[in-house]
């Protein structure tokens, strides 16, 4: 089947698109005569390839570009792809247990290879430290896919090539290269002399963000290190923000009010550790408010409980 004027116009963008790069049209450098207009967009992360999600929300950042440079303003559009954080140490750490488990290809006996069955989602009205339920990010892109293997076949990867991935620098080096040409493709009105990535394996961007960070502490209440309730990933032994997981996104600490109760009277085999010693059982509830009407407290026979002395001394 033929499409000659489909065709055509394909090969016009093609002729326009290498003027473009042959003649640097979107490079922006400095020219006091003109008036300068800056235009970013959000890093895409780089787990993988772009899609028309970006490509959507991509059209408004380009034609504000394209708009302002045909009103003769100096425009700069540099570039940049994400890839700081654990998505990609958490995507390559999970193909090397992978690989080192099912062999490469890996293969996986039927018991293994059942995906558990989507739990429904939990209707919860946005209330601070309540959970509610969201299909995350990945599983949208991925569906019921569930090794990382196979998840990098989907996006394109050979799978001769699929091995090199159990190195995070890998994903660094092999996705925004397509990001960018991909991009051309699209007509982005951007400077790709000034494409960068983040993370340290970039210098010049890595020592960017530290300077912001110490400037903003210098300045004395810009910044400062504190504590807060967060997810924790006993794997990776670190905090794991909301899209650093593969599963269990949109999920937050949940916050409980303790309610002390006094035990009045100690029992025989706790008498010579505690009978100096002021002891509370404390209760965990999300409804503080009915503690008012409580009226006894019921201890679970098989529960494990812990024991745990405060810095007060009770």
Not at 214 to 221: Q, T
């Amino acid at each position: 089947m033929s499409f000659p004027r489909r065709d055509l116009l394909r090969e016009i963008e093609a002729k326009v698109q290498q003027w473009w790069e042959d003649e640097d049209e979107f490079a922006g450098n400095p020219d006091p005569s003109k008036e300068s207009y800056l235009v970013t967009f959000p890093y895409p992360y780089m787990n993988g390839r772009l899609h028309l999600g970006h490509g959507f929300t991509l059209t408004k950042a380009d034609f504000t570009a394209g708009y302002q440079r045909l009103k003769g303003k100096n425009v700069l559009f540099p570039f940049g792809f994400h890839c700081t954080g654990m998505p990609i140490q958490g995507a390559a750490t999970k193909l090397k247990r992978e690989l080192d488990k099912y062999g490469c290809p890996p293969v996986v006996n039927a018991d293994e290879e059942k995906v558990e069955p989507e739990k429904k989602e939990q209707k919860v009205e946005a209330v601070p430290g309540k959970f509610k339920g969201k299909k995350g990010k990945l599983k949208k892109k991925t569906g019921a896919t569930k090794l990382q293997y196979d998840i990098l076949k989907m996006v394109g990867v050979p799978e001769e090539e699929i091995p090199k991935f159990v190195e995070p620098t890998t994903w660094l080096n092999y996705f925004p290269p397509y990001g960018e040409t991909d991009l051309k493709k699209f007509g982005l009105h951007a400077d790709w002399r000034r494409s960068f990535i983040t993370t340290s394996e970039n210098p010049y961007y890595d020592s960017f963000i530290r300077w912001q960070f110490l400037k903003l502490k210098e300045m004395g209440n810009k910044i400062d290190f504190g504590k807060r309730p967060t997810i924790y990933s006993p794997i990776d032994k670190q905090a794991c923000a909301d899209h650093d997981r593969s599963s269990g996104e949109g999920v937050n600490p949940q916050e409980y009010t303790l309610i002390k109760i006094k035990v009045l009277e100690h029992c025989e085999e706790m008498k010579p550790e505690l009978d100096n010693k002021t002891v509370f059982l404390v209760a965990a509830t999300l409804r503080p408010e009915t503690m008012y009407g409580q009226t006894n407290c019921f201890v679970l026979p098989s529960g494990e409980y812990g024991a745990y002395e405060m810095k007060n001394g009770d």
